[in-house]
């Protein structure tokens, strides 16, 4: 008898996936979303972000996930059988951060059952609001602690990546320039996966190295807090940060709270991670070779590395993968909100979306559109405004073609890094539901396209990670292939094969795309 939940709290909402694997059985029996934005709109967020007049700004209040893993702890309750859970585990957005005040610890130990969480949390916050990955505004802290350490390229060597805006370390340091008293009075600063795996286990819990890799505070090689680099960052930060473990560690058990008041059993709680490290498990990604490309909120590309080869470029990170290897990511901040602001200026729904991509030729007659609706992560872009090239701002099927292709040669020409000899993506994320999308995808890379799960793949990812762990924990220990398999095998029914004619077309548009970048970035 055994179930394993896996969580992960991404930008827009809280999913919680179950799986049960019994006997020969491997199948999901549970699968639920719940949107921030509609669950709770007394935050006032949109899209899971604050709105702020400063585009560089992204803020979004933790009590928010709060309440959501409350309501979903219930529905869980209610729609799996609790008796056969042996394990959960979870996934969350990376970098964004949480900063309990002192003496927050001790009270996670002694939450009260008849209280609502969020309630108790409010008063254990040294700061209201989060800061989370769309966040834009530490240029600044970036060039001082590149600056501290030598430079942004021997910060890459040792952490897996230069300082970004984004990244937990540049965050903390404007928090503790800025707000010096709050910063004195955080007693903890967890990452939302930290965070949120402390309430479910009533303690504050440690890291894992998939996740605090995403901080520029990591020794990349050796798993641990890097002296130089929280020297570089912000005082008294080593005591302020969790312990990292590998990311099978079980970390405890469900807490007390949990158990009496909404009746689960004594449950073990393994570590949680990022949302990519985990849909890394949960696209099947277990070995070297193959990549995915995840179409969310965040659009990213990654696959898993056996060594840790830096990007020089200075677009790539390298995080600690669940596998205890490696695995590089490139990030870009206008996924799918960007395909939205394209559908909604003329008034399309996806149907009319995939209509009007349809009734253009690939490559767009040459036409290319530079999404930077939002500040932009790959390239560094502080500016947001969609740039076009001889493209009409009045061209519908010109400007849908040109926000796919855009985002297309995007992610391909800024993986290259990766080194890896790409013939198969796994594609992942709400909109690799769109055939047509694979289809520019499929051209674009000269690659084979598979769909994976497109909504669940992270919460899918830690609930096999749950599984892996108790595996592991109960002496009775199994393969990642093992572990991945009837889960993520990719559907044959799914692929899309690239068109060698369309593919010339675009091997010739990558220089296109590569200019237009340069001329926009003023280079
Ligand atoms: C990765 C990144 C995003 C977030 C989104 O570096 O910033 O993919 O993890 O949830």
Do not use: K
């Not at 966040?135 to 890459?156: F, Y």
């Amino acid at each position: 008898m055994a179930i394993y939940i896996g969580f992960d709290s991404s930008t827009q909402g809280l999913t919680a996936v179950a799986i049960d694997v019994r006997g020969g059985v491997r199948e999901v029996v549970f699968a639920e979303v719940l949107n921030f934005d509609a669950g709770w709109p007394e935050y006032g967020t949109h899209h899971g972000v604050v709105p702020s007049d400063d585009p560089l700004v992204a803020l979004a209040p933790p009590l928010v996930w709060v309440d959501a893993l409350e309501r979903m702890m219930g529905e869980l309750a209610r729609g799996v059988d609790l008796s056969s859970v042996r394990a959960i585990a979870g996934s969350a957005q990376q970098h964004g951060s949480v900063y309990l005040a002192r003496g927050a610890t001790a009270m996670l130990g002694s939450l009260d059952p008849g209280r609502a969480l969020a309630d108790q949390l409010r008063p254990l916050l040294s700061r209201a609001m989060s800061p989370i990955w769309r966040d834009a505004s530490t240029t600044t802290e970036c060039r001082e602690i590149a600056a501290a350490m030598g430079g942004a390229q021997a910060v890459a060597s040792l952490t897996g990546s230069r300082p970004f805006e984004r990244f937990t370390g540049p965050q903390v340091r404007r928090f503790a320039t800025r707000e010096p008293d709050a910063y004195a009075r955080t007693e903890r600063i967890h990452l939302v996966s930290s965070f949120l795996c402390s309430l479910v286990v009533g303690a504050s819990a440690p890291l894992d190295p998939g996740d605090a890799s995403g901080m520029n505070l990591m020794d990349l090689a050796a798993r641990q807090w890097s002296d130089a680099a929280l020297d570089a960052t912000a005082p008294g930060l080593r005591d302020r940060l969790p312990p990292i473990v590998p990311s099978d560690r079980i970390v405890g058990r469900l807490a007390p709270y949990w158990r009496q008041r909404y009746g689960w059993p004594d449950v073990a709680v393994t570590v949680w991670s990022g949302d990519n490290p985990c849909s890394l498990i949960g696209t099947g990604l277990v070995r070297p070779g193959t990549v995915a490309v995840s179409l969310g909120t965040s659009d990213t590309v990654f696959g898993v590395m056996a060594a840790p080869s830096v990007d020089t470029s200075g677009t790539g990170h390298v995080f600690g993968a669940p596998t205890g290897e490696y695995m590089g990511l490139t990030c870009f901040q206008n996924g799918s909100l960007a395909r939205e602001r394209i559908r909604d200026l003329y008034g399309l729904d996806w149907d009319g979306f995939s209509r009007a991509l349809a009734s253009t030729p690939a490559g767009n007659r040459g036409r290319v559109l530079l999404p930077w609706f939002e500040p932009e992560i790959t390239p560094l872009v502080l500016t947001p405004g969609v740039r076009r090239f001889d493209l009409a701002p009045d061209d519908v099927g010109g400007n849908v073609r040109g926000v796919v292709e855009g985002q297309m040669l995007a992610l391909a020409r800024h993986s290259s890094w990766m080194g890896v000899e790409i013939a198969t993506i796994r594609a992942t994320g709400g909109a690799a539901v769109n055939r047509d999308l694979l289809t520019v995808m499929a051209d674009v890379f000269d690659a084979d396209v598979y769909q994976c799960d497109t909504r669940n793949s992270a919460a899918l990812g830690a609930a096999l990670r749950a599984w892996h762990a108790d595996a592991g924990a109960s002496r009775r220990p199994r393969g990642w292939d093992d572990i991945v398999r009837g889960f993520t095998d990719p559907l044959a029914s799914s692929r899309v094969v690239p068109d060698p004619s369309r593919v010339a077309v675009y091997r010739t548009l990558r220089a296109r795309h590569a200019a237009c970048e340069l001329a926009a970035l003023g280079a």
